[in-house]
């Protein structure tokens, strides 16, 4: 069961004995398709899932920022004024933010809450993201900024980028920022427009944890950043965003295998995304779930960062008959895949498929159909009954 609006208020009156002025959420997401292009200026199609991070809070008038962590149960707390970078976990992600507003001008208030999530950390649904969306969207209310999605979503990426100091794209922020309820978000990360595309009816996106971790500081992330920008400049544009499948093996004397192999997945990738906006829109689920097998390909055999886990898991998704397609979703190396199944069948595709996986690969597996929500949200923080 996912938190409510209520669960947050209760928990915020059993801490302040009142209950909180705001509660935010910021969803965490699952990518259906478009990896590893969001830095290439490319093509993504991702959805923000039933589950979030959620903050319950009250202004202050000391420019402190108070917190209690429910699934920490730790109490932390930072002042606004002369902000400096420590190794002070969770509390980093909303140093950072608050760091990112005030550098963008923005003057802060202070305050003071309670934080609780039901986002899996590491597992590849954008935890960090939602928890700095949620908390650019406690100052935003409490500072009486208003919310502007991709503007908020692109500081919040600063934030990741320069305070946590892991090089992530714009896809997890913006579509936590930006989401709409029942839609996937076809993003273009060079021009920032989003658009709304429906899944197709009668399909249900079930999210595969195959738990297994790997951290996302890890150096494999930024050195395939890196071999995409070698890529580009070797062909002589801005970002591979601008290379199409045909020139790129026109050209493929000029870069070296493995480079090339890197580039060809982002070409490909971004064609596929593309075209799976276009299945959706006609409710071709066939093709979308193709689409989604073709994506799981290229990110093991040409971008590799697959994992053994995570190809079984697939392979164990694909072999249930309510399946259209799947995939790794995410980074990669570990964490979840995502699958499009048919809706009827989904409630025996993960009673079927995470046994069959627990039993292949020993891991203990975690296996949801998710709901696709609203992106970052703040309302009144009543009690409601
Ligand atoms: C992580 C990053 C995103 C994106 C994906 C891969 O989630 O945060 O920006 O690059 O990996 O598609």
Redesign the pocket.
């Known amino acids: 069961m996912s938190l409510t609006w209520n669960d947050i208020a209760r928990e915020f009156l059993r801490c302040f004995g009142q209950e909180p002025v705001w509660v935010v959420r910021a969803p965490g997401r699952v990518?259906l398709i478009?990896?590893?292009?969001?830095?290439n200026e490319g093509f993504?199609l991702p959805l923000a899932i039933d589950r979030a991070i959620w903050i319950g809070l009250r202004p202050r008038q000391d420019r402190t920022v108070a917190v209690y962590s429910v699934d920490f149960q730790q109490q932390k707390e930072f002042s606004l004024e002369g902000l400096q970078p420590s190794q002070d976990g969770w509390l980093e992600y909303l140093k950072g933010v608050a760091w990112v507003l005030g550098e963008a001008g923005y003057r802060l208030t202070g305050w003071e809450g309670v934080l609780m999530g039901d986002v899996p950390q590491g597992a590849?649904l954008?935890s960090s993201?939602a928890l700095e969306m949620a908390t650019a969207r406690a100052f935003a209310a409490v500072s009486e900024i208003a919310w502007d999605p991709v503007r908020m979503a692109l500081l919040s990426q600063k934030a990741e980028n320069q305070w946590v100091g892991?090089q992530?794209?714009?896809?997890?922020q913006l579509v936590s920022s930006a989401a709409q309820a029942g839609h996937a978000l076809l993003i273009d990360c060079r021009s920032l427009h989003t658009k709304p595309t429906p899944l197709p009816e009668g399909t249900a996106v079930v999210v595969l944890d195959t738990g297994t971790r790997r951290g996302?500081v890890d150096s494999a992330?930024n050195q395939r950043r890196q071999q995409c920008e070698t890529a580009a400049k070797t062909l002589g544009v801005r970002a591979l965003r601008d290379v199409t499948l045909q020139q790129l093996e026109a050209a493929a004397g000029r870069l070296d295998p493995v480079t090339f192999r890197r580039a060809r997945h982002v070409a490909t990738e971004n064609a596929r995304t593309l075209e799976a906006a276009e299945a959706m829109r006609r409710g071709d689920k066939h093709r979308l779930g193709q689409l989604m097998d073709a994506s799981h390909q290229s990110l093991r055999d040409d971008y590799e960062v697959s994992s053994e886990a995570l190809n079984r898991m697939v392979e164990l998704a694909r072999a249930h008959p309510a399946c259209y397609g799947a995939r790794m979703t995410?980074?990669?190396f570990g964490g979840c895949a995502v699958a499009l199944v048919d809706a009827a069948g989904a409630e025996d595709f993960v009673r079927t498929v995470g046994p069959a996986y627990q039993q292949a690969t020993g891991h203990q597996p975690a296996l949801y159909v998710c709901r696709a929500t609203q992106g970052a949200e703040a309302r009144p923080g009543r009690l409601i009954d």
């Open positions: 990518n478009g990896e590893h292009t969001d830095y993504v590849g954008s993201a892991v992530c794209g714009i896809m997890d996302l992330y995410g980074a990669g």
